[in-house]
């Protein structure tokens, strides 16, 4: 007889014990795991239930080992995810929800924390004590390494809340599970036990075999797409020991963009209430960001100012509560700092570089993170120069003599004024123009799916440098908000960020069907979000790689695409760009559903063209050969930063490279359309024939 693993918090044994007491008895039995999940996925074939409460993602036992866990288990297809209200360590329940950046935010937060506390307590220990405290210490800083991309793993996996779970008599898991022949003999037995005492009765079902069952497709989440005002929860302090979050309100399954609005206003005067003006301040102006014209909002906004923030010259009471309020700053720009730190350590240099600038916002004089900035921002974000620069030179005036940092602006000058030399050599006037002999349309609003790293990143600098509007999708609220900020400050550009994954439509529909009115007429839709997973024959892929790369390479272009041409045909107007491949021109080795979704988009593309043309609508593609600067080779090969090293030998294709060609496609004279441009680096011939004898134009 099969059995279900049942792993869970100690704290939550009652929700582990109502489910054994419920389906033991019918002959379903569990084994019970409140430790680490490694050894149970590392052997076995049994399906594994996780019961994830916030106790569970605040338990080092269970936390430790888990992310390895839990891909080996989403793997082998053996995974179930259930998310359970718990309690903090005040006794308050926690309504767990995995679907925002504050909560991933929270939760990096949470054991930043025991990192800070522990590592003070490690100071003051006896040499005896030390060798353990370091050992934990060690074990708590892999959590709190890990523990975004693990939330982030749970959403990409999916999970059933505890609620959906027992409706209708635990139905979702018997169908789960492949037993629904046995759920209507369960529903009757269980609607006799609530009028008798059943509980000493032999079960009726002697055999229930799970050896298939667990196999079956893992449910959709239901959660709410993560809408642009929801961002305003990313940089929430809600660690309960020293900012105790206010009471929220319990959110309805699904909100109207003028619900949303009325939330993010409430969610404010709430923190101004509890005395954090900054945040309280913060929502407000991100709220009206999304909802400009709203004279609502800033009636409230304007109230808020006159009562939290007036002009009034009186020192007193701010004197009164500035040592707590700079405590507080202090703990959260360290906690931030350290967040910033571990970001580095795993190469996610814009993460680090938002949990930075947040260390800037709390304290702008705290020691070093300028440098800090500089120097990371220097060496790793090349498409960030500008705003290396001023970091470098902030660094400078707290600290004149510190050469390294001389040195790098020294270095940043010199590149920057060699390319504006390279650009335009006759002229001494700086350019507004990156690319040389463009002709310019007139300035419009550009869709950018994928905008968050890589080609997608890149084109969203091209267009904002030559002074057009931007709305920006992807999954990453982290990474958004930071190329947000970035070109805001570096060019002024008007931008709508719109985080949700086009994998999944009903977060597509909900984000593209209530755009601002200023956002809402889409003049060049570049679809851009694609990648490969795996690089296997076909006899040995994996169907969650392939299912990953048709949903995202051919659904989601399919979903973006159907919401936003309605109005480009209502116009008479409009310009589709897809990012395309030249493995959608010709298949290689091993690359087999990958050339097919690349296939599918270079026919897609055709086949809109011929839709659309009637209605002066262009479309239009590229198709790039190897191109660095983007997270192709990590995300086909699952993270695997060695395998990912692939262009050591040779020089691909920049991600600059290609936003320059969509560039050059979108801003052709209004009666020409550039079908397709195919492209390849110096050294590429076709996608097998490479010269790979160095990096020979670097």
């Not at 179930?80 to 929270?106: C, F, K, P, Y």
């Not at 929430?236 to 619900?259: G, H, L, N, Y």
């Not at 990143?457 to 030559?466: C, G, S």
């Not at 026919?603 to 209605?615: G, M, V």
Request: proline share 6%; aromatic share 8%; net charge negative.
């Amino acid at each position: 007889m099969n059995r279900i693993i049942l792993a869970y918090a100690p704290e939550n044994q009652s929700l582990a014990h109502y489910l054994d007491q419920r389906l033991s008895p019918i002959g379903i039995p569990f084994d019970h795991v409140t430790s680490q999940l490694t050894p149970v996925a590392e052997n076995g074939a049994d399906p594994v239930m996780v019961l994830v409460t916030d106790q569970f993602l605040t338990n080092k036992s269970n936390m430790e080992g888990f992310l390895p866990a839990l891909q080996a288990l989403h793997q082998q297809r053996r995974v179930w995810i259930i998310l359970a209200d718990g309690a903090n360590q005040n006794g308050e329940t926690v309504h767990l929800q995995i679907d925002r950046m504050a909560n991933v935010l929270h939760y990096m937060k949470h054991w930043q924390d025991e990192w800070i506390a522990l590592s003070d307590r490690q100071q003051h220990a006896d040499a005896s004590e030390k060798p353990a405290i370091n050992t934990t210490l060690d074990q708590i800083r892999q959590i709190a390494n890990q523990v975004g991309d693990t939330i982030g793993l749970m959403r990409e996996i999916g999970y059933t809340y505890w609620d959906q779970l027992l409706e209708n008599d635990m139905e979702a898991l018997f169908q789960r599970y492949g037993l629904m022949e046995w759920h209507g003999q369960f529903r009757r037995q269980h609607t006799q036990t609530a009028t008798n005492d059943t509980s000493d009765k032999p079960g009726f079902l002697p055999e229930v075999h799970l050896s298939e069952g667990f196999l079956a497709p893992e449910p959709t989440p239901d959660v709410l797409p993560l809408m642009p005002a929801e961002i305003l929860e990313q940089t929430a302090d809600i660690t309960p020991e020293r900012d105790p979050q206010p009471e929220m309100p319990q959110e309805d399954p699904v909100k109207t963009s003028a619900q949303l609005l009325q939330q993010s206003v409430k969610d404010a005067w709430l923190w101004l209430e509890k005395g954090h003006m900054e945040r309280g301040l913060e929502l407000f102006r991100i709220a009206l960001e999304q909802a400009p014209e709203d004279a609502w909002l800033k009636e409230e906004y304007h109230k808020a100012l006159a009562q939290y923030a007036p002009a009034s010259t009186s020192a007193e009471p701010e004197a009164e509560a500035k040592p707590e309020k700079e405590k507080s700053n202090d703990n959260e720009a360290k906690s931030y700092e350290l967040m910033g730190d571990l970001a580095v350590e795993r190469g996610d240099f814009l993460f680090a570089k938002y949990c930075w600038d947040r260390v800037v916002e709390l304290d702008p004089g705290y020691p070093n993170i300028f440098r800090k900035l500089g120097l990371m921002t220097a060496e790793h974000l090349r498409d960030y120069r500008e705003t290396a620069m001023i970091y470098l030179r902030k660094a400078l005036e707290m600290n004149p003599d510190d050469k390294e940092v001389q040195s790098s602006l020294q270095a940043e000058t010199r590149t920057d004024q060699s390319r504006a030399t390279n650009l335009n050599p006759v002229q001494t006037e700086p350019q507004t123009q990156k690319i040389p002999n463009l002709q310019k349309t007139s300035k419009g609003l550009v869709l950018i799916t994928g905008a968050t790293s890589g080609i997608g990143k890149a084109t969203a600098e091209i267009f904002a440098l030559n002074g057009y509007r931007l709305i920006l999708t992807g999954r990453r609220v982290d990474r958004l908000v930071a190329l947000k900020d970035h070109l805001e400050t570096s060019y002024g550009t008007d931008i709508l960020l719109l985080p949700f994954d086009v994998r999944d439509p009903g977060a597509v529909e909900a984000a593209l069907t209530s755009l601002p009115d200023t956002f809402s007429e889409v003049d060049i839709l570049v679809n851009n979000a694609g990648l490969a997973k795996g690089l296997a024959p076909i006899h040995e892929g994996q169907l969650d790689h392939w299912e990953t790369m048709i949903d995202t390479n051919i659904k989601g272009l399919l979903y973006v695409t159907r919401l936003i041409s309605p109005g480009m045909v209502q116009r008479r107007r409009g310009h589709i760009i897809n990012v395309c491949s030249s493995a959608g021109r010709e298949a290689y080795p091993n690359g087999n559903v990958y050339c097919a979704t690349k296939f599918a988009v270079d026919a897609l593309t055709k086949s809109i063209r011929f839709d659309l043309h009637p209605y002066d609508i262009r479309v239009s593609q590229v198709s790039p050969g190897h191109v660095e600067e983007t997270e192709f080779a990590l995300n086909r090969f699952d993270g695997d930063a060695d395998r990912a090293k692939i262009y050591q030998d040779f020089q691909p294709l920049k991600s600059s490279d290609v936003a320059d060609a969509i560039f050059y496609l979108a801003t052709r004279p209004p009666h020409v359309n550039i079908v397709d441009i195919q492209m390849f680096a110096t050294q590429q011939a076709s996608s097998m024939v490479i010269n790979r004898n160095g990096r020979r134009f670097e």
